[in-house]
């Protein structure tokens, strides 16, 4: 589950092996998870999202604790009831195993779905803003057991909203909102999630020792392509109005392969070769060591890394007109628009 978590990151999501730990523990206690599909939640169920929120930096520097999952779940004073399962926000990174130890340790079923997909960097990234079905209502907790409800009426952006309190919380808080029903998961939800994050692992854990040839036919098997292989030899930093923004040159084994070029903010968004864009956000960007395979984040991917670039599919809701104009490379600030990675594959453009 880290493995796959740490891929559908795309470069971010903080640390999943992080909450690694956590999980390990409580499995120890409990023994087992139960995971079920929304169709198999019960027609009056509730569930209670979770995610975590803050800065990579203090997710590495603070311990995760064992109360908030309790007092987030309880959900005082924005839920009527003891919610029936818990389930992920974002099946990326930390959040993607964070919600698995919640369920242990509370004891209760997760749902096998989330609500982006892949690493986000924006709260709002998410398919709940793409239906315009955002909560109302929210809960912080610290790692302190401090808590915070927000309440909001009509459309502002929740990520404006949620980050000056995680900010004052020391950029860690765990959120979760007020309780959904099983009929609105069926609605909006992007189910197979977490069973899609296990694959991911198993495949990601099966490539380390193959040449690349079947490397490549490995991932096929989950929709991905091998972009390209080589060594970062540049890495160039910039901002702009959406913030930090990075540059990563990648040179091929051959001298006579145009070198690949990355672009990434707290993802990778795109992947360019001599002016062609082979893969764009939303599909999701991994960045791999080139021995054991481990996806790398924007921060780890330095300078003289041997690396391979592999393109992973979004969920198809992304690769709309509505989805693409919130998640798409003009909406990230690179403009240009979304090129179907898998398109140019056919076409003989990745190498």
């Not at 040839?213 to 080589?230: K, P």
Request: contains cysteine.
């Amino acid at each position: 589950m880290a493995l796959g978590a740490a891929v559908l990151g795309g470069g971010g999501g903080g640390e999943p092996f992080l909450a690694e730990v956590m999980l390990r523990e409580a499995l120890g206690e409990s023994g087992t998870i139960e995971i079920v599909t929304v169709d198999q939640l019960d027609a009056d169920a509730e569930v209670a999202p979770f995610v975590l929120l803050g800065s990579p930096h203090a997710l590495s520097e603070k311990l995760l604790g064992l109360a908030e999952p309790s007092i987030v779940f309880a959900g005082e004073p924005l839920r009527s009831r003891r919610p029936s399962a818990v389930m992920s926000y974002e099946t990326a990174g930390i959040n993607a195993l964070y919600p698995l130890a919640a369920a242990a340790l509370l004891g209760v079923p997760c749902v096998d779905a989330d609500f982006c997909g892949r690493g986000v960097p924006s709260f709002d990234l998410s398919v709940l803003e793409l239906d315009d079905v955002q909560s109302d209502s929210y809960l912080l907790c610290d790692p302190n057991g401090r808590t915070v409800v927000i309440r909001k009426w009509g459309r502002i952006s929740v990520e404006r909203l949620v980050r000056p309190v995680v900010e004052t919380m020391g950029w860690l808080a765990v959120l979760s909102t007020s309780s959904m029903s099983a009929e609105f998961l069926r609605a909006h939800a992007l189910r197979g999630s977490v069973s899609r994050c296990l694959e991911l692992g198993r495949v990601f854990s099966g490539l380390a020792g193959l040449d690349d040839a079947c490397a490549a036919r490995l991932l096929e098997r989950c929709g991905s392509v091998l972009i390209g292989s080589g060594v970062i030899t540049e890495r160039l930093a910039t901002a702009d109005r959406l913030g930090l923004r990075s540059s990563l040159s990648i040179e091929h084994d051959d001298a006579a392969e145009a070198p690949l070029r990355l672009e990434a903010r707290n993802e990778f968004h795109l992947a360019v070769r001599a002016g062609e864009v082979l893969a764009s956000t939303p599909d999701i960007l991994v960045v791999a060591d080139r021995v054991s395979w481990q996806p790398l984040s924007t921060e780890d991917a330095a300078v003289d890394r041997d690396v391979h670039v592999v393109a992973l599919p979004a969920d198809a809701r992304w690769r709309t007109r509505k989805g693409l104009a919130l998640t798409g490379p003009r909406a990230l600030g690179y403009g240009l628009d979304y090129v179907d990675f898998s398109a140019v594959a056919t076409g003989g453009g990745v190498r």
